[in-house]
């Protein structure tokens, strides 16, 4: 885990729970003579602006996005064979919803491989597309500020992949 001294405003962030967003500023309040440093994230794509504690940085998972050896090694693991799971799908999903809120980009390359699904739309509950979409945008948005791409090219390099599975 990167130290929560190395952040600085401007930098990209993923916070587990919501994806990759930027560091817009650190605010200081003073709060009964305590200063407290906030770290302001911004997800501008889900209009949403997260204030964090500098000093809970670390315990929520607040990480840098992922350098390009790590990003190729998920994109690559996206061309493995799947095996097709037998268990419950409630159990499943919860296993699937806890990798995507690692925040891991390797956990969320296994969930995009293990609920793809090649023009087979309607053998998917709903719910098995809705978390194969959230993983799939997360995933997307850090491979583009990864390889300084727009989000649609990215999208179509993580499908190129899929489709040589």
Not at 59 to 69: A, H, M, Q, W
Not at 70 to 86: C, G, Q, R, Y
């Amino acid at each position: 885990m990167v130290s929560k001294e190395s952040f600085r405003v401007g930098d990209f962030v993923v916070y587990p729970a919501h994806g990759v967003g930027k560091l817009k500023e650190i605010e200081k309040y003073d709060l009964c003579g305590t200063v407290v440093e906030l770290l302001v994230i911004e997800f501008s794509r889900d209009h949403m602006v997260l204030k964090l504690p500098k000093q809970k940085a670390d315990s929520s998972g607040l990480r840098p996005v992922c350098g390009k050896e790590e990003m190729d090694a998920a994109l690559s693991s996206l061309k493995k064979a799947t095996n097709k799971k037998k268990s419950m799908w409630n159990r499943r999903a919860q296993e699937y919803e806890s990798k995507i809120n690692s925040g891991e980009v390797g956990s969320l390359a296994d969930v995009i491989r293990e609920l793809h699904r090649d023009g087979e739309v309607g053998d998917q509950s709903y719910s098995e597309r809705q978390i194969y979409q959230l993983a799939f945008d997360r995933f997307v948005r850090e491979l583009s500020i990864v390889e300084e791409v727009d989000e649609e090219t990215a999208s179509q390099k993580v499908h190129e992949m899929l489709h040589v599975a």
